[in-house]
Every structure is written in C-alpha cells, then in structure tokens.
C-alpha cells in the first residue's frame, strides 16, 4: 500500500471510530475524507523516515496534522473570511451543511485532532510543534483578515504563518519523532516549503486575487520577482536536503520540484 492510501486509510479508520452526533461526524468526515493532495502529513511522515524514525509512530501524528489542515479550510471558507462555495471541486462545508454545522464540524477536527495526540505516548515536542503550528496559522489568519497595511513585512508575516505554519509543524514534528536534532533544520526546511507553497499559489490564482485587491506576492512584486523568490525557496530547501540521502530523501526532493513547478 502506498504512503498517501496509508494516510487514507488511517484517517477513515479514526473517523470511523468517532462517538460524535451523525450529522458531527458526517460534516466532519465530509471535509476530512474528501481526497486532497495530503501534503502535510505525507511531509511529517518522510521526514520522520528520512530521520530514522518509525511510521507507525508518525501516523497518528500525521493525521491529527490533517485534521488541523481540514479545519482551517472549512473556517477559511466561512462567508465571514473568504466566503468561498466550492472546496476540492465539490460545496463547500458551509454551503453543504449550512454554516453553523460547518463551524462545528472544524471545531470538531480541532479539538478531535488533540484528543488524538494526547493519546500517544510520549513525543512531548511534536504534539507542541503541531498545535504551534496550528495557533502561528490562526494568527496569520487574523493578520489576512485585518489587514492594516500592504508592505513586505505584513506580507511575509502573513504567508509564514496562515500557509506556512503547517508546513513547518510537519517537518518540524517529524524530527522530534525521529531525530531532534534536527529540528532547527527541518524547520527550516518547513518555512522553505510554506513559501514555496504559497507563492506558486499566488501565481496561479492571480487573476482572481487582483480582482478582489488582495496583498499577495504577485501583486505586490509581480509576476517575475515571485518566480525569482520561488527560484530561491526551492533553492533553500534542496541545500537543507542535500546532506541526506535514501528514499524518503529522494521522495522530499521529487516534492519540492513538484510544487516549484505545480499547475493546481
């Protein structure tokens, strides 16, 4: 079985074995089992493989990371924030189950995402390295939200934390699950791939992020510059790779040439 049906598996098996009310847990699973690229657990768990560590250690981990990830959509999509109506090519959780049910269907996961770490073991530092994550994204969120200025800095502040917080807990986690230390490398190895992330991101929707006067990379430096600022991203997290070798490392690098280059 392959590392993403692993991750597929593992996560319907604890929605399938949640006590919560039907509707909870079927607005839940709607937005938790609807597919998705699952990029951030995927980066937790090879990590955690690169670094010598056990998957099975890292799955609960992963999918509690995905559950973090799943909640912030549902929420981002709220007619209060982003007001968007599709989510992965099908309704949007608020537009499914109405908004009250969508708010309590990402509370869910939320809280759902910590029970399921405090029920591991040990591993003290990946349980903070997720929920920092998950507060550095909410407060990134807040920044986007009240936006009060349209500069480099609030730029920058927003997008390493609304996007690349996660990013950093996954690789983050995956060391302290692993190998501590080191921590500080995949950390930076995470802020590398947030960025990265975020401003391919920027480039494809563009379009739609002028239109609503929204501060974005490319609408801040254009086009050019934000491949440039992708050039050097990718250029960071290959040097961060470069002293590991094996499959997991393999697969990482194949990764970030992937969202270098992704058109979706």
Known sequence: ???????????????????????????????????????????????????????????????????????????????????????????????????????????????????????????????????????????????????GERSAEALERIHINKTGALFRAACTAGAYLSDPSEADAMRAFGDALGLLFQMTDDLLDEEKDRQENKLTYVTFYGREETKAFIDTEYRRASAILAPFDGEAAETLRTLIKSLRSRTN
């Open 1 to 147: 079985m392959e590392r993403l049906e692993r991750i597929e598996t593992a996560l319907a098996q604890y929605m399938a074995e949640d006590p919560s009310a039907a509707l909870l847990r079927e607005s839940m699973a709607y937005s938790l089992l609807d597919g998705g690229k699952r990029i951030r657990p995927q980066l937790l768990l090879l990590v955690t493989e690169m670094l010598g560590g056990r998957e099975e250690t890292a799955m609960p981990f992963a999918c509690a990371l995905e559950m973090v990830h799943c909640y912030s959509l549902i929420h981002d999509d709220l007619p209060a924030m982003d007001d968007d109506v599709m989510r992965r090519g099908k309704p949007s959780s608020h537009v499914r189950f109405g908004e009250g049910n969508a708010i309590l269907a990402g509370d869910g996961l939320l809280t759902k995402a910590g029970l399921l770490l405090m029920s591991q073991n040990g591993f003290d530092d990946a349980k903070r390295a997720i929920f920092e994550g998950a507060y550095a994204m909410v407060s990134g969120q807040s920044d986007d939200l009240n936006l």
